[in-house]
């Protein structure tokens, strides 16, 4: 009996017209069976769409594939039931808790849409499928597309160390960007070290495999993570060179007694002597025959100091301007007030400067502080008349201490003493007599009336009283040069200075030069006699 009524149920269902109330699902039909209903249809929901382009995560910046073609794409959503027409909408947002619409679009056919002009910004987005009756599927996992067409921006270009073959660059950007210098000895570069591609806005990049002496031109490279690349402009290091010999780096001051401070506030001070940077990087300075050896870094400015200090100046212990900056710090410099010998060696282990064996041969530990500073023409270090104490108030200054009290010194500047016997000021003087080998250059001209005529003396005429080729009916010379004197020795030399016209005086000094007759022009090339020359200024400067 069960199994007949179960039959017929089949049959009805089968040839059921299909006009009866719809509820939105497909085949439908419904049959009152005794006190049941009996519905049959379709009503499945279409399924989640799945999110395919951009990938999650995508940056996209000026010019990359999203850029050129911008749209979202995403998978056809399948629906179980038959003839099911499906249907999507797209949503972005602004924000990953998805609070702040940034875009809705509408019911859309394809599973695709495009979204040329979209601004840069981070965007969050998601697709969601229904069919033409409404059954409507979840929303997919929101993925991110971040637009960002902007370049970084970079600033802060500094060289913060350079040897003979590397230098390190530091710069920094508006943004987290890669690091990459380009460099060559052109403006075309050539070269480039491999990209960092970490994110960061502080950059530092190191170069390596330079040559000495040589300068080089670089540019910074940074690219953020939606790919948008910044270059700096041009910009130039030189390396250091190689070669030091004996006398380029001198120890120009020694604050052995310490400071008023501390008397453990000690410091050395070198000085560079020549016009070229020089890297003291493996250089060592050596306390009594090797008895204490510190390995020195960094770099030495051309013609500047380096102030080695056992404190740093802004600590408590220090009495030197906190402004100063310290090279290095060496914490167990600790110079014995008996004395010591210092000296410097090279990278090379070769001698560059020392100091007299034994005590200290200048400075003052009393009452007052004051350091043993080297003579500004720096001659043999191991010689003790090139040394003398600070002595000058000028050296008791704010510009080089914390305050003005009892510290005399100069700091990490050039040294300012009165008792320097190499310091001296310079006089003027209205004549020089003639010197026994002193030599000079001159420009002069015969002085006829009414008629003038310039002629050039010779390099390093002797200055000595003897005959010369005087031109037809001349009795005199003017001398245009303006020459500055300064202090010197019978073996003087003069150096030339620019040629410059003078008021002569109504009473001119007199002086015999000698000059060769081959360096007088053509017309007075065969004239003799004796020659009048009016000497105004000479500057002379010690052999």
Not at 151 to 180: F, G, H, L, R
Not at 373 to 385: I, K, M
Request: with cysteine; proline share 6%; hydrophobic share 30%.
């Amino acid at each position: 009996m069960k199994g007949s009524f179960l039959k017929l149920l089949a049959l009805f269902l089968i040839l059921s017209p299909l006009s009866a109330e719809k509820t939105y699902a497909y085949f439908q039909s419904q049959r009152e069976i005794g006190d049941n209903t009996l519905s049959t249809g379709c009503w499945a929901t279409p399924a989640t769409p799945s999110l395919a382009y951009p990938a999650n995560n995508t940056y996209a910046g000026a010019g990359s594939a999203w850029d050129l073609s911008p749209h979202m794409d995403w998978t056809d959503s399948i629906s179980t039931c038959p003839l099911a027409t499906i249907s999507y909408q797209y949503e972005s947002y602004l924000d990953g808790s998805l609070s702040i619409l940034a875009y809705q679009s509408g019911w859309l056919a394809d599973s695709r849409i495009s979204a040329p002009g979209t601004p840069n910004g981070s965007y969050y987005w998601r697709v969601r499928a229904k069919d033409q009756f409404g059954h409507t599927s979840p929303f997919s996992d929101p993925w991110l597309l971040v637009v960002d067409r902007t370049a970084p921006v970079i600033s802060n270009i500094s060289v913060i160390s350079i040897s003979t073959n590397s230098a390190s660059i530091n710069w920094k950007t508006n943004e987290p960007s890669t690091s990459q210098v380009g460099y060559g000895v052109t403006s075309a570069y050539g070269l480039s070290t491999v990209r960092d591609t970490t994110l960061t806005v502080s950059h530092t990049v190191s170069v390596f495999g330079l040559n000495p002496s040589t300068a080089y031109h670089f540019q910074m490279r940074s690219k953020d993570q939606a790919e948008n690349g910044a270059v700096s402009g041009d910009n130039t290091f030189t390396t250091l060179s190689t070669l030091t010999d004996y006398g380029d780096v001198v120890i120009n001051e020694i604050m052995w007694m310490g400071s008023k401070t501390s008397p453990y506030d000690e410091w050395i001070e070198l000085r560079n002597m020549t016009s070229s940077d020089i890297s003291l990087n493996e250089w060592q300075l050596e306390k009594s025959s090797g008895e204490r050896i510190f390995n020195l870094s960094g770099t030495i400015s051309a013609n500047g100091y380096f102030l080695i200090s056992r404190y740093a100046p802004d600590n408590e212990k220090s009495a030197i301007n906190d402004e100063i900056f310290a090279d290095q710090i060496l914490n167990h410099l600790n110079l014995k007030d008996s004395g010591e010998q210092i000296t410097l060696r090279n990278n090379g282990s070769s001698l560059v400067d020392q100091t007299p064996y034994g005590h200290w041969t200048a400075g003052e530990n009393g009452s007052k502080k004051k350091s043993m500073e080297r003579n500004n023409v720096p001659g043999e270090g191991t010689l003790e008349d090139n040394w003398h104490t600070c002595l000058d108030e000028a050296c008791n200054d704010e510009t080089y201490w914390d305050f003005e009290e009892s510290n005399y010194g100069t700091p990490r500047s050039a040294n300012h003493s009165k008792n320097d016997p190499t310091t001296f000021e310079p006089k003027q003087t209205s004549f020089l007599e003639p010197l026994p080998g002193a030599t000079f250059d001159a420009t002069i001209k015969w002085a006829p009336e009414p008629e003038t005529e310039t002629l050039n003396l010779p390099n390093k005429v002797m200055a000595t009283e003897l005959s010369s080729p005087e031109p037809p009916n001349q009795d005199s010379l003017e001398l245009e040069n303006v020459f500055e004197s300064a202090k010197a020795s019978p073996s003087a030399i003069v150096e030339r200075i620019t040629p410059a016209p003078i008021s002569l005086p109504e009473t001119p000094i007199e002086s015999k030069i000698n000059y060769e007759q081959t360096a007088l022009a053509t017309p007075f090339a065969e004239s003799t006699g004796s020659a009048t020359v009016l000497v105004e200024q000479l500057e002379r400067k010690t052999e």
